[in-house]
């Protein structure tokens, strides 16, 4: 029998909503520091097309890192194992922004998920496209079937003005060998990506397409094959969360990602995808929130992937 999703969603939205949380928005990144830290929003939707929703989950955020899951299926699309030549795939336990390994590993960051990883991903597809960020922006209307996905570029210029982590790992990355593009260029590119804004229905809906593991997806010309999205998956629950992600396949037990503007979207593949937007973070970089409401979830259907 399929569960009651929109009771359940409902449920843990009425739990959660008023409870106070410790976490704190990202403040780091100037334009973000000022979102209302109330805001919360749930979507569900199933691979049969059936779509929940409660709270804001109609209201436009930055999806930050997890714009990294997009960027990553692209770049996979195109130049298929080739990108594990430079990215590895293995859990960091360490910080999202990080810089330690890849110093001692030579600038080989761990997956392509932590900021290191990330950029060297965003560097590859500099290379491979004249104008990445249109290619990028086409791929991610596409898989979600919306054209009204947006950069902020607002965001993109604020976290640029204050990028030095990100510019320090860039230039250890190229120090090392392992950043064809200028700095500058890359950085420019990546900073945009994690700009994309949209809604928990939206983010959801996208994510969907990681859901049909035993097909093939995509967008125009760039399709993963059914593998692939396997692999994608396995990353997600690997290395989604950072040095928590060993904790949200504990607690959750779903592939996901996060994202600094309280996005998390996670799914069960086959079955579901689930996105939550709550912007206090704990202090992974997490959304306190989102961790929490989707515990609840895997617990009230008694399933997760496991
Ligand atoms: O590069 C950064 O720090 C941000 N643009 C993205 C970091 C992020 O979302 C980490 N996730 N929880």
């Given at each position: 029998?399929?569960?009651?999703?929109?009771?359940?969603?409902?449920?843990?939205?009425?739990?959660?909503?008023?409870?106070?949380?410790?976490?704190?928005?990202?403040?780091?990144i100037p334009d973000l520091a000022h979102i209302d830290r109330t805001k919360f929003g749930i979507c569900l939707t199933t691979l049969d097309g059936e779509q929940n929703k409660v709270g804001d989950?109609?209201?436009?955020?930055?999806?930050?890192?997890?714009?990294?899951?997009?960027?990553?299926?692209?770049?996979?699309?195109?130049?298929?194992?080739?990108?594990?030549?430079?990215?590895?795939?293995?859990?960091?336990g360490n910080g999202f922004n990080s810089i330690i390994q890849l110093e001692y590993e030579n600038g080989f960051p761990r997956n392509p998920f932590i900021n290191a990883g990330a950029i060297v991903?965003?560097?590859?597809?500099?290379?491979?496209?004249?104008?990445?960020?249109?290619?990028?922006?086409?791929?991610?209307?596409?898989?979600?079937?919306?054209?009204?996905?947006?950069?902020?570029?607002?965001?993109?210029?604020?976290?640029?003005?204050?990028?030095?982590?990100?510019?320090?790992?860039?230039?250890?990355?190229?120090?090392?060998?392992?950043?064809?593009?200028?700095?500058?260029?890359?950085?420019?590119?990546?900073?945009?990506?994690?700009?994309?804004?949209?809604?928990?229905?939206?983010?959801?809906?996208?994510?969907?397409?990681?859901?049909?593991?035993?097909?093939?997806?995509?967008?125009?010309?760039?399709?993963?094959?059914?593998?692939?999205?396997?692999?994608?998956?396995?990353?997600?629950?690997?290395?989604?969360?950072?040095?928590?992600?060993?904790?949200?396949?504990?607690?959750?037990?779903?592939?996901?990602?996060?994202?600094?503007?309280g996005a998390i979207v996670a799914l069960n593949p086959l079955r579901y995808c689930v996105s939550v937007w709550s912007p206090p973070l704990n202090v992974k970089g997490n959304s306190y929130k989102?961790?929490?409401?989707?515990?609840?979830?895997?617990?009230?259907?008694?399933?997760?992937?496991?």
């Amino acid at each position: 029998m399929t569960p009651d999703y929109d009771q359940i969603i409902n449920e843990i939205y009425n739990e959660l909503k008023d409870a106070s949380d410790e976490g704190t928005v990202a403040d780091y990144i100037p334009d973000l520091a000022h979102i209302d830290r109330t805001k919360f929003g749930i979507c569900l939707t199933t691979l049969d097309g059936e779509q929940n929703k409660v709270g804001d989950a109609d209201e436009k955020f930055s999806l930050q890192s997890v714009t990294k899951v997009l960027s990553l299926s692209l770049v996979f699309s195109q130049l298929g194992n080739k990108v594990w030549d430079r990215v590895d795939v293995e859990p960091s336990g360490n910080g999202f922004n990080s810089i330690i390994q890849l110093e001692y590993e030579n600038g080989f960051p761990r997956n392509p998920f932590i900021n290191a990883g990330a950029i060297v991903i965003a560097d590859m597809l500099v290379s491979l496209h004249k104008d990445p960020k249109a290619v990028f922006l086409n791929y991610i209307r596409g898989l979600c079937g919306n054209t009204d996905i947006q950069y902020n570029e607002k965001v993109a210029l604020s976290e640029k003005s204050v990028g030095y982590g990100n510019y320090s790992l860039a230039y250890m990355i190229k120090s090392k060998g392992n950043l064809v593009n200028d700095v500058d260029e890359v950085l420019d590119f990546y900073f945009w990506q994690c700009s994309v804004e949209m809604t928990c229905a939206e983010l959801a809906q996208t994510f969907l397409n990681f859901g049909e593991t035993n097909v093939p997806f995509g967008h125009g010309n760039y399709m993963l094959t059914a593998s692939q999205s396997r692999r994608m998956n396995a990353l997600m629950l690997t290395c989604g969360f950072y040095d928590e992600s060993g904790e949200f396949a504990f607690e959750v037990g779903l592939p996901g990602k996060s994202g600094v503007g309280g996005a998390i979207v996670a799914l069960n593949p086959l079955r579901y995808c689930v996105s939550v937007w709550s912007p206090p973070l704990n202090v992974k970089g997490n959304s306190y929130k989102g961790m929490k409401a989707l515990e609840m979830l895997t617990t009230k259907l008694g399933r997760s992937i496991f």
